[in-house]
């Protein structure tokens, strides 16, 4: 029960801690050009282009209150530093991170296959825009492979996963983790009717499962990362010209 609830605090502590930023961040934004009479630049900010910078700054908060959480969960021994598994990948860990990719984008379309012949489709992404130029994909392709992929990884696998591991052992760990990161994703996928979205988290689900086992199976953390922005770089990149 501890392990349960320790769990669901670090992702109730680092996203209440990007949610409370992220609106004094943008009240702050919004006083500064408003009050100067730059309405329009505000606008502009908030659309179109313009989007990017405020996701790379929730990205950013998001990295900010993990890496907090880390050196909170490191200094009381929560999760030991030495566990994560901080090191740069083998050779072999590189095909494997290449396999993982194509794994990952075959269970993904595999999953919205289904779903789409038993009519009801999986929701998209509340940052896919059909309208957005190549420049805002590129921008979320790079922001996945350097900020997002890192930073989830990092607090689901490196810190989530391994608090739990003591408690319900590497299966139920990983299931444990998958759920609470699925969970994370809803506000998300909420684009469309809640069954679409449900799919969708089916989905991230099962794609968590695959993070979680290469993670369990490898215990190096870099390796999931570059994994998981990879694939979500992919994800954006694929949506250039669609």
Do not use: C
Request: charged share 10%; net charge negative; proline share 3%.
């Amino acid at each position: 029960m501890i392990a349960v609830v320790g769990s669901i605090g670090y992702v109730v502590g680092v996203f209440a801690f990007v949610i409370a930023a992220s609106i004094a961040l943008m009240f702050a934004v919004a006083g500064v050009l408003l009050l100067s009479g730059e309405q329009a630049l505000f606008e502009e900010l908030i659309a179109g282009d313009g989007m990017i910078a405020l996701v790379v700054a929730e990205a950013v908060l998001l990295g900010v209150g993990t890496v907090l959480a880390a050196v909170l969960s490191f200094s009381t021994g929560w999760v030991p530093k030495r566990v994560v598994g901080f090191a740069v990948p083998s050779p072999r860990e590189l095909l494997v991170g290449v396999g993982a990719v194509i794994a990952l984008l075959a269970i993904a379309m595999s999953l919205g296959l289904v779903s789409d012949l038993l009519g009801v489709p999986a929701s998209d992404h509340a940052l896919f825009d059909e309208d957005a130029p190549a420049s805002y994909y590129l921008g979320l392709a790079a922001l996945s492979i350097l900020v997002i992929g890192p930073v989830e990884e990092l607090l689901f696998r490196g810190l989530i996963q391994n608090y739990m591991r003591p408690a319900f052992g590497g299966i139920g760990a990983i299931v444990g983790t998958s759920v609470l990161f699925a969970a994370v994703h809803l506000p998300a996928y909420l684009t469309g009717a809640l069954s679409t979205a449900l799919v969708s988290l089916g989905v991230i689900f099962a794609l968590s499962i695959v993070l979680g086992a290469v993670y369990e199976r490898y215990r190096n953390i870099v390796l999931v990362m570059a994994i998981h922005g990879f694939y979500n770089a992919i994800l954006f990149s694929a949506q250039i010209g669609l």
